[in-house]
């Protein structure tokens, strides 16, 4: 496997875009965020974990947890989206039991071409306007039942708040008024995940926000609560099929 990559990454509340030329072809991987992929000047090919890799296309939406891999050698945008936001709900009904869906490239409108200039442009704030431009022509406005169940949700927002110091288990079911047992089994028909994956997850994304800012790796692991760079570099590559360091964030 050879991969290079070199580019830009934003990241907002409930989202991330990763986005630059990249020639690689990953490991098959997975994670829990729904993956939107953009080929800006050029296709790429996608894979389940049995499969060889399918057709080229230029737009296509991986969903959450899905094992797949990824070819590409062209300018490239991955936009990540949390399968429990509102807009990422309303995603996961595009790919129904899929787990790698086409998307029609008239479904996006201009947004892909608006992605394209932003990224040339190489601003931080209208990047993320246009990932999230993106996101909504797929995911729309969201309604409110399209929400995770409530106490799951309270959940979920106490732990932005202490990811440093997360709540263990029993804490978190307290939380939400329910017993361990019966919270773990919500948690994870909610989220799709058990609540310690979850916890990695976020301290994923977390590692991945300090990368983008100009941190080290060491200084990336540290900040997300890993034991060092080498813990973050093994759970980067499982989650996302390469090693944090073939990437060079410009």
Known sequence: MGYTAAGQIVVWQGGSLWAGRAAMTTDVHSHHAIQITLGLDGGFRLSGPEAGFGAETVAAVVAADKPHAFSVDATVALIFVEPESLQGRAISRLCGEAAIVAIDPELLGHTAAG??????????AEMESAARAVVARLGGPGSPRDR????????????GLRLDDPPRLEEAAHLAKLSPDR????FVEETGLQYRSYLLWLRLGRAVAAFAKGQSLTEAAHAAGFSDSA????????TFGLMPSSLRVE
């Open 148 to 159: 995770p169940d409530a106490r799951v949700a309270r959940v979920i927002g106490m732990l």
């Open 183 to 186: 919270f773990r089994h919500l």
């Open 231 to 238: 813990h973050l570099s093994r759970t980067f590559r499982r």
């Open 115 to 124: 992605l394209l200039e932003a990224i040339r442009g190489r601003n931080g």
